[in-house]
């Protein structure tokens, strides 16, 4: 064979080798370039899923706007009624009790007598003084003569003023006792004790009754400290008595002390008692009306502990970002709590609290929007 005949056949096989190469490596290389292609564009998510993944990763609750409301308070405390004045009567002369002007538990006006004691020999010794000081007068008087003459010294003349001063300063002393020889009211109350009778000779100072004014009473009870800021004169009361009865009162005074050991703070109420129907001594349940004030409610277990260990609830801002505020609880019941120190309007966290902490921002689903 020659060669021009065999040149056919090797251009075919050198032609063929070169088309399976170029197909092994050009072939590849286009499979490998798509292949990173792909995987560029799964690695490179679009703006939109950036948005997607981080709704996904924010923390979900449920909040309600909650508004301030005016909160009605009272405090609840127990006293008994007291005597508004006591004294303890003692007798202003020494004596024999003559009369008895009205018995124990009776009502006395101010000023009315309530006993006396026999004046007869006070009246014999204010005689006696009497005529002591006229003797003591015409004995000064001649001491004076008798120094204008030069008869007397001045000495004389001192001594005779001495005995006539001694003389009036008995009569007055006896005087004083004629009038205290009388027992009277020193203001309109009730005898409530009396342990004297007629005929009994007394001593004078000597402790013979007690006299009590019930009317009006006064209770005395004792407020926490935090509560008596909202406390003060002329606040209204109404009072249960032991008794069934029911009256109203008002603070007549707050004290400016405070209890070191019950760390509450004394207030006294008067509570009117005219016909002195209500004793004194009795127990009283006194609901003192405190003034309205401005406050949020809801339920207790919203309640938190900021980092202070202060009592706080989980809020939420404007933009969705859990605030935490302390605040102060004014009052609890059954089955919310009212508490002080947040603005009037809040978009409280009821559902997911737990699991957020200040400066999340999170999902909001408002309960009431």
Do not use: C
């Not at 009272?74 to 009567?89: A, C, F, H, V």
């Not at 760390?263 to 127990?283: C, F, L, Q």
Request: hydrophobic share 40%.
């Amino acid at each position: 064979m020659d060669l021009k005949s065999k040149a056919g056949p090797i251009t075919a096989v050198t032609i063929l080798g070169a088309a399976v190469a170029w197909m092994a490596v050009g072939g590849n290389g286009i499979t490998q370039a798509q292949a990173q292609n792909t995987a560029s564009e799964t690695q490179s998510p679009t703006l939109e899923q950036n948005v997607t993944v981080e709704n996904t990763l924010k923390k979900k609750v449920q909040a309600e706007i909650v508004h301030a409301q005016i909160m009605q308070d009272k405090i609840t405390l127990s006293g008994t009624t007291q005597p508004t004045k006591e004294i303890q009567l003692t007798t202003g002369a020494a004596g024999k009790i003559r009369n008895i002007l009205f018995n124990k538990g009776e009502y006395i006006p101010k000023g009315k007598a309530i006993l006396s004691i026999d004046t007869r020999s006070l009246n014999a010794n204010i005689a006696q003084a009497k005529a002591l000081i006229a003797q003591r007068q015409l004995e000064l008087d001649g001491a004076v003569k008798l120094k204008q003459q030069k008869y007397s010294s001045a000495v004389n003349v001192a001594t005779a003023k001495a005995d006539l001063a001694s003389a009036k300063a008995t009569l007055r002393s006896l005087e004083i006792d004629l009038e205290n020889a009388v027992l009277v009211a020193p203001f309109s109350g009730v005898l409530n004790t009396l342990d004297v009778e007629v005929g009994q000779l007394v001593q004078n100072n000597v402790a013979i009754g007690d006299f009590v004014s019930i009317n009006p009473l006064t209770i005395e009870i004792n407020v926490p400290q935090k509560k008596v800021s909202r406390i003060k004169q002329g606040l209204q009361a109404n009072v249960a008595l032991s008794t069934g009865d029911k009256v109203a009162g008002t603070v007549s005074y707050v004290s400016s002390v405070a209890d070191s050991e019950t760390r509450s703070i004394a207030i006294e109420i008067k509570v009117p008692n005219v016909d002195n129907k209500i004793p004194a001594g009795i127990t009283a349940h006194v609901d003192l009306a405190l003034p309205e004030r401005s406050a949020h409610a809801f339920s207790s277990a919203l309640l938190t502990l900021d980092d202070d260990g202060n009592t706080a609830v989980k809020t939420l801002n404007i933009d969705n970002e859990v605030v935490i505020s302390p605040v102060e609880i004014l009052k609890s019941e059954r089955d919310q709590v009212w508490v002080s120190g947040l603005p009037s309007n809040i978009n409280l966290i009821t559902v997911g609290q737990g699991f957020t902490k200040a400066g999340d921002v999170v999902d909001a689903y408002y309960k009431n929007q």
